[in-house]
């Protein structure tokens, strides 16, 4: 699920790239990619905190910071 957060947001980006000229569709595909990112962040917060009482799973965190 991690891989494919991360892979959506790089084909978001890439159209957004193709996308220029159009600032509608731009505007519209820039709010996608943060959102997709600010999800990844959150889950790598909740999934390498280890000081808040959760269970932290490093394999999911290892996963977000080589996908960044």
Request: charged content about 20%.
């Amino acid at each position: 699920m991690v891989e494919e957060i991360l892979d959506t947001r790089l084909m978001v980006k890439r159209c957004m790239s193709q996308y220029k000229s159009d600032k509608g569709l731009h505007k519209l595909l820039h709010a996608r990619q943060l959102g997709l990112k600010l999800i990844a962040n959150v889950t790598f917060g909740y999934a390498a905190a280890n000081f808040s009482g959760r269970m932290p799973c490093v394999e999911v965190s290892i996963t977000l910071i080589a996908g960044l």
